[in-house]
C-alpha cells in the first residue's frame, strides 16, 4: 500500500503542476496589473491548496497549535526543525499564509516547483560557498523588508534521527539586521511520512507547533549571540511535548 501511494502521490504532484501552469500563466499577468494585496492573495491561495491536497494524498493528519502566536500585519522570521521534505509542505499550508523559504540551492532546480517558489520569494543557497550564503542573506533580508516574512531551517539539513540538531547562527542574521520577530517552530511526525520510511510515503500524524514570537529589535550583541540556542531549546522542548502527548 505504501509503493501504491507513493506511485500515486507523485503522479498527482506532477500532473497537478503541469495543470497549474495555465493558473501560473494568469499570475504573470497579475504580477503586471493587480494591486500587490490582491495578487499575494491569488498566489497563496493556490500555493496553499496545492500543498494541503499532497498532505491529503500522503495520508498526513496534521494537529497546529500556536497560530495565534502569529502577529498580524508583521513581516517575521519563522525558525523550524528539519525533518523532511514534507516540512516544507506543512508549513506552506498550515501557517497563516504560505511564506517565502529560505531554501537550498538544489530545491530552485527543480522544474515547475521552482517557478511557484519564486512567487512565493523563496531564497536558495548554496551552504558550500561562503559567499553565495552572504548573498542569500543579503536578498532575504530585502524580502522581509518589502513586508514579506520568512522561513528558516537553521540546522542546515535534515535531521535523519528525528532530533532536534544544532541551530546555525548564519540564517538568523535576517531578524537581526530587520528587527523582525523570531517566530519558533517546532514539527513532529513529518521524517515517518517519507524519509524515515524508506522514502515510501506512510500514512502519519504530524504536530505543528508555532510558538510565541521571540522581539529581536532593540537586541544587544550578547542577546543576539545566544538566540540561535534560545531558538533552538524552545523548539526542542515543543517536540518533546508532542512524545509525551503520544504516550
Not at 531549546?233 to 517536540?239: D, I, M, S, W
Amino acid at each position: 500500500m505504501t509503493i501504491l501511494r507513493t506511485i500515486l502521490f507523485q503522479a498527482y504532484m506532477w500532473t497537478e503542476l503541469l495543470l497549474l501552469m495555465f493558473v501560473w500563466l494568469r499570475v504573470q499577468w497579475a504580477n503586471r496589473f493587480w494591486p500587490r494585496e490582491k495578487r499575494d492573495a491569488l498566489v497563496d491561495r493556490i500555493v496553499r491548496n496545492w500543498a494541503r491536497r499532497l498532505l491529503f494524498m500522503a495520508g498526513a493528519k496534521v494537529t497546529v497549535t500556536g497560530r495565534e502566536n502569529i502577529p498580524e500585519g508583521r513581516a517575521c522570521v519563522f525558525a523550524s526543525n528539519h525533518q523532511s521534505f514534507f516540512d516544507i509542505l506543512v508549513l506552506l499550508a498550515h501557517l497563516d499564509r504560505p511564506h517565502a523559504i529560505l531554501s537550498k540551492a538544489s530545491i530552485g532546480k527543480v522544474p515547475l516547483i521552482r517557478l511557484w517558489m519564486k512567487e512565493i520569494h523563496c531564497v536558495y543557497v548554496d551552504r558550500s560557498d561562503m559567499k553565495a550564503g552572504i548573498e542569500a542573506i543579503n536578498r532575504m533580508i530585502e524580502v522581509i523588508s518589502d513586508g514579506y516574512s520568512a522561513i528558516i531551517f537553521p540546522e542546515g539539513t535534515r535531521s535523519k534521527t528525528g532530533e532536534v540538531g544544532e541551530f546555525k547562527g548564519g540564517a538568523f542574521k535576517v531578524a537581526q539586521k530587520t528587527g523582525a520577530p523570531v517566530i519558533p517552530v517546532a514539527l513532529d511526525g513529518t521524517g515517518a511520512l517519507f524519509e524515515r520510511n524508506h522514502y515510501w510515503i506512510k500514512p502519519g500524524r504530524v504536530h505543528l507547533a508555532i510558538l510565541p514570537p521571540i522581539e529581536t529589535e532593540g537586541m544587544n550583541r550578547a542577546e543576539f549571540k545566544e538566540l540561535p540556542t534560545r531558538t533552538q531549546q524552545l523548539v526542542t522542548h515543543a517536540k518533546e511535548g508532542f512524545a509525551s502527548d503520544n504516550t
